[in-house]
């Protein structure tokens, strides 16, 4: 199967999910079981696509997208579980879709990691501005931080209602 993942995007063809599709799947993952020689493709595409789809949301998604297709009377009764019924007793000797998950838990790691740096700044932010502005300290420039942090608060305070009562004039005086 051609499924790529370039970007935060995977491109994965379409499937259509019929009354007969359970059973081709099982009889090719089965052949791919007996047959020595054969490579795992089709096992490891349904082991990928039980990854991918864990919840009926994810597979409402995949049909969203049209990716799985499902044409049978009971489409509606736990699809998700398609995939997962498959290879269950079924051995994978080599999962094709290896460098794919790599991929993906690659690019997400480093989104991961991104987000972690910016919180680390913020956290340390914060921890710069209670170390400088509110430990208690006894000395000259400390009191100093901590009156200038007060007068700052105070001059903020009465600028917010300097402009409330501003407002207030202007949209509710007599005319």
Known sequence: MDIEFEDGVFTIPPLVIGELTESLFRN???FEQCYHGCSH??????VLMDN???SQKD???FCEKNIVTTNWRSAELDTYQ???KLYK???LKEFLYDGLCYQVNEHYQVAQDKKLQRMRRELRTTAQLKRDYLTWNV???SLWKVTSLIAASVLL???ILQTIYAMKQYYYSPR
């Not at 493709?41 to 349904?46: A, E, G, R």
């Open 157 to 159: 305070g009465v600028t």
């Open 52 to 54: 991918l789809i864990a």
């Open 41 to 46: 493709k089709i096992t490891s595409y349904v």
């Open 28 to 30: 090719l993952i089965a």
């Open 139 to 141: 000395t000259s420039t």
């Open 89 to 91: 007793d079924t051995s």
């Open 59 to 61: 597979m409402n998604l």
């Open 82 to 84: 398609f995939f997962n």
